[in-house]
């Protein structure tokens, strides 16, 4: 019997401002998902936080887009918006874009994404979990840990990874449908690296290896603005990545989060700044971000999860964050100037696009002279 993880998270309502959701929605949600596991829908999961936005990591054997369990985390995200309203939270029920479940959370404004297989012996995978910034955060992560031996040495080492892996990249921009295109490394890894330079159009979905076939990573997709026609938050997205053996190692996995790479998010969800690994369950504060990410490890073995292991809770990790921490105060002392603030095409779901109206329509056209 096939495995499947689904991790699916909202901003549901906030203490304070953007910073965190309240004891009450948290403990809202466990409650729910101890009665999902007793009901026999789930066979285990849990509950966290990123920054503002509520995690649930459901396992289950009903194989991904199964109505029952994405009706199962819309309901519990009704429930903890409720809680957020009865508390006078802010922005409670921010990530829920349409008024009724219509069979799948995708495209109604949580962040989510599944991933169903044949349980290994031991069965190692991290969650990934961000916030203030859209899906293309995962972007350099998993194109250095999957395709790039300075992160990945099992690309030389281990003859399990030799064949290499396969990307399916979404382009987020177009919304009429799923528009996908499939690519391999290593013998299409320019052309990989052309499309994923832009983290705000293209965007990995998916990572599979070449050899067995078998599912490495799973990342969501979904651009809030593309859905509500206007910005109401960064999209916060998600994403679990199996390790070992045939996949990278965990450290390998985790390697590229050094970099602490640049990504559009923070205030506004409209300026550049640096990803910063954070401790599980951390909050929001510099400027309404900065954007953080966290990753949770764990096993699954029969259905059942081990307890967690806060991946980015070790000393290293903390030089990282002050690498972060400069690196972002470097780009915010340039303010408002591109390109510390996001490109236009960024800007149309923001109050900019009406402004340039306004002030286009007193642009004077001056006769050139004799």
């Known amino acids: ?32 998902l101890a009665d999902a596991v007793k009901s026999g829908l789930l066979s285990d999961g849990r509950v966290t936080f990123t920054g503002d936005d509520i995690a649930l990591l459901m396992v289950h054997t009903y194989g991904v887009d199964h109505a029952d369990i994405h009706k199962f985390a819309w309901d519990t995200f009704v429930e903890t918006t409720n809680i957020a309203k009865s508390q006078g939270l802010y922005g409670a029920g921010q990530d829920l874009l ?26 190692p995978f991290i969650v990934f979990a961000g916030d203030k910034c859209g899906p293309g955060v995962f972007n350099y992560p998993l194109f250095s840990c999957f395709a790039d031996p300075y992160h990945n040495a099992g690309l030389l080492l281990a003859p399990e990874m030799h064949a290499g892996f396969t990307y399916n990249i979404m382009d987020v921009n ?23 330079r832009d983290p ?70 409209s300026h550049h700044v ?17 954007t953080i990410v966290s990753a949770a490890g764990y096993c699954v073995h029969e259905g059942k999860l ?11 990790w903390n030089h990282i964050r002050d690498k972060a921490a400069r690196k972002t105060l470097e780009l915010r002392d340039q ?36």
């Open 306 to 316: 081990t307890e967690s292991v806060d991946l980015f809770d070790q000393p290293f």
């Open 98 to 123: 349409k008024d009724a479940f219509s069979g799948n959370v995708r495209g109604m404004g949580p962040g989510s994404c599944e991933v169903e297989f044949e349980e290994r012996p031991a069965e």
């Open 335 to 370: 303010g408002f100037f591109n390109p510390a603030m996001g490109p236009h095409d960024e800007m149309e779901y923001t109050g900019v696009v009406e402004n340039l109206k306004r002030l286009d329509a007193k642009f004077v056209t001056r006769s050139p002279k004799k």
């Open 174 to 196: 177009y919304t009429e449908a799923d528009k996908v295109i499939t690519l391999k490394v290593p013998q299409d890894y320019y052309d990989i690296a052309t499309l994923l």
């Open 1 to 32: 019997m096939k495995t499947t993880l689904s991790l699916i998270k909202a901003d549901t309502g906030s203490v304070g401002g953007h910073n965190r959701p309240s004891e009450a929605m948290v403990a809202m949600a466990k409650e729910r």
């Open 200 to 269: 705000n159009r293209y965007v990995i979905e998916s990572v599979v290896e070449n050899a067995g076939g078998l599912t490495a990573a799973v990342a969501s997709t979904s651009r809030l603005h593309n859905i509500a026609g206007k910005y109401v938050g960064k999209d916060d997205p998600v994403a679990i990545v199996r390790s070992q053996k045939m996949f990278p190692s965990t450290g390998e996995i985790l390697s590229p989060w050094a970099r602490a790479h640049y990504t559009l998010g923070d205030n506004r969800g």
């Open 274 to 290: 640096a990803v910063m690994p954070v401790v599980q369950n951390s909050i929001i504060s510099f400027f309404d971000g900065p």
